[in-house]
């Protein structure tokens, strides 16, 4: 029997979750959207069968749902089916990144008819909107489910069989676990990354050429800075309590860091700074966490066209698949560095001794 699925919000995950769906030949993919325009785009691009404007009207169509709109909204349409006559069963879950919020909100759900799993794929993009979904999106990604206590092992069944074709993985957890760790993880950063960003602009009012030497490191360490404020912004309102908590212990941290340096106590501070890269570097073990982590190697290469190509083409000769990669520093005329990131110990392995052999001057992150 044909299955109906609703995508309920036809953004980047949205959309990318609906282009791996339609792997399954007996779903038809409902799509709601309060956006007429992303709607045609998503008919006429074949990411789904039928567009609606009408939450009430496409919700009772369907077998499962999938929430996949900003957390604000995502409450309000939970809220919204307690409002909502339903003829048969639903299976809802949703993808937001804070999870708590959502949850307390279900568990207030009246009807008999549905039954809530939690959901959060932990992937994103730089882009937004549905011209940036992508099928690849959550390939090796970590997808957290939060079952609850009116679902069932074989409706989670059910979803990870919805799932399967994103090739992500997943990871059961409950709704104050995840607030917890992807705030410290995930939340946190992007707002340390995006305060180093404003400290960086206050002092290029004294230094004018530092936009130029900010390279490198700092943009390594402030990447997550440039991803979407209005998303950013819901999740810190949203997960605000735990935000604060730890805002409190890094002003607490910082103070401590401050009296180290005042006090020029040289030791200390290694002490500090090896404790820190034992920690980092401990996490380089591979274990499977919340966000999942790389094997990179970095490639010395030449400015000259082409250079970047022999690389991937090399590697592409023994099967490497590579998971991202970056240049690092570049400039006219003299060498740079490409960090590929690798899925795998042997595939970093294999790489080095191709590379090595190939006369490229290459460094592995142990």
């Not at 074949?46 to 995502?74: M, Q, R």
């Not at 909502?84 to 999870?99: A, Y």
């Not at 990870?160 to 992807?182: G, Q, R, V, W, Y």
């Amino acid at each position: 029997m044909k299955q109906s699925v609703l995508i309920a919000g036809l953004g980047l995950i949205g959309g990318s979750l609906a282009l791996n769906i339609r792997d399954f030949e007996d779903i038809t993919i409902l799509g709601y959207d309060t956006n007429k325009s992303t709607l045609d785009y998503s008919k006429m691009n074949g990411i789904i069968d039928e567009a609606y404007t009408d939450f009430e009207e496409a919700v009772k169509l369907a077998d499962i749902c999938i929430l996949a709109a900003p957390v604000s909204i995502t409450v309000d349409l939970i809220h919204r089916l307690n409002t909502i006559p339903l003829t048969k069963e639903l299976l809802l879950t949703d993808v937001g990144s804070v999870k708590t919020l959502i949850m307390n909100a279900a568990s207030k759900l009246n009807s008999g008819k549905i039954s809530f799993i939690g959901g959060h794929p932990m992937a994103g993009s730089h882009k937004k909107g549905i011209q940036a979904a992508k099928k690849q999106l959550f390939e090796n990604a970590i997808y957290v489910l939060s079952p609850t206590e009116n679902s069932t092992e074989d409706q989670l069944a059910t979803l990870k069989k919805l799932l399967a074709p994103t090739k992500c993985t997943f990871l059961i957890l409950d709704s104050e676990e995840h607030d917890e760790m992807t705030s410290v993880i995930s939340h946190f950063p992007h707002l340390i990354a995006s305060s180093l960003v404003h400290q960086a602009k206050n002092w290029q009012k004294k230094h004018p050429f530092i936009p130029k030497l900010a390279a490198g490191g700092f943009r390594d360490i402030t990447r997550i800075a440039s991803s979407n404020p209005s998303m950013w912004r819901d999740i810190f309102f949203q997960n605000k309590d735990k935000m604060s908590v730890l805002l409190e212990d890094w002003i607490t941290e910082m103070q401590q860091l401050k009296q180290l340096i005042d006090s020029g106590e040289k030791t200390k501070i290694e002490t500090y700074l090896t404790q820190a890269k034992d920690y980092r570097d401990g996490l380089d073990r591979k274990e499977k966490g919340a966000i999942l982590s790389f094997y990179d190697i970095y490639v010395d290469i030449f400015d000259q066209p082409g250079a970047i190509l022999k690389v991937i083409e090399l590697l592409a000769q023994f099967n490497i698949s590579i998971k991202n990669i970056e240049i690092l520093e570049i400039r006219e005329g003299i060498t740079g560095v490409l960090r590929i990131s690798l899925q795998d110990k042997n595939d970093q392995q294999l790489s080095h001794a191709v590379l090595t052999k190939h006369n490229y001057e290459t460094v592995i992150e142990e």
